[in-house]
């Protein structure tokens, strides 16, 4: 009859514990430093000078539509429901942050293409830039169409 104990499997070992303890202690160090240092978060979109701009107001429902104008007024587009899913989700994206923020709902947000041809949305209001590459180049052509 056996009376040893079994070998424990689940034991993890002290090196691997402290190894541990010092990464974690690493990583709050790095975010006290980036927190303490007063540097506003880079968001990488620099992407070199604006040659094109076009103020737009959005206009979205619930139900995936999405209307937009032009600063003056002018109808740019009309997408009816399920026609636009991603310009109606950048609409309540946008809608959400200013909801938060009790801005209005109805201020124009600059649809920007950069040197390099990169797209984003400046929403003057929030302060906030919204990044289209990366979405597909469906989504992307969705808003370069909206730029003529």
Not at 5 to 21: C, D, G, K, L, Q
Not at 46 to 72: C, K, M, Q, W, Y
Not at 79 to 85: C, E, F, I, L, T
């Amino acid at each position: 009859m056996n009376t040893q104990n079994p070998p424990a499997t689940n034991v993890i070992s002290a090196r691997a514990m402290w190894s541990i303890a010092i990464l974690l202690g690493a990583v709050l160090c790095i975010v006290a430093a980036a927190t303490w240092s007063g540097r506003s978060p880079s968001t990488g979109l620099d992407h070199g000078p604006v040659v094109r701009e076009r103020a737009l107001v959005f206009e979205g429902t619930l139900n995936g539509s999405a209307v937009i104008h032009d600063a003056n007024g002018t109808l740019v587009a009309d997408y009816p429901s399920g026609k636009a899913v991603f310009i109606s989700t950048i609409v309540r994206v946008i809608d959400r942050e200013r909801s938060r923020r009790n801005l209005p709902l109805d201020a124009p947000v600059h649809l920007r293409q950069r040197e390099d041809g990169h797209l984003s949305i400046f929403d003057p209001s929030t302060g906030r830039t919204l990044p289209i590459a990366g979405y597909g180049a469906d989504n992307v052509q969705a808003f370069a169409a909206l730029l003529n």
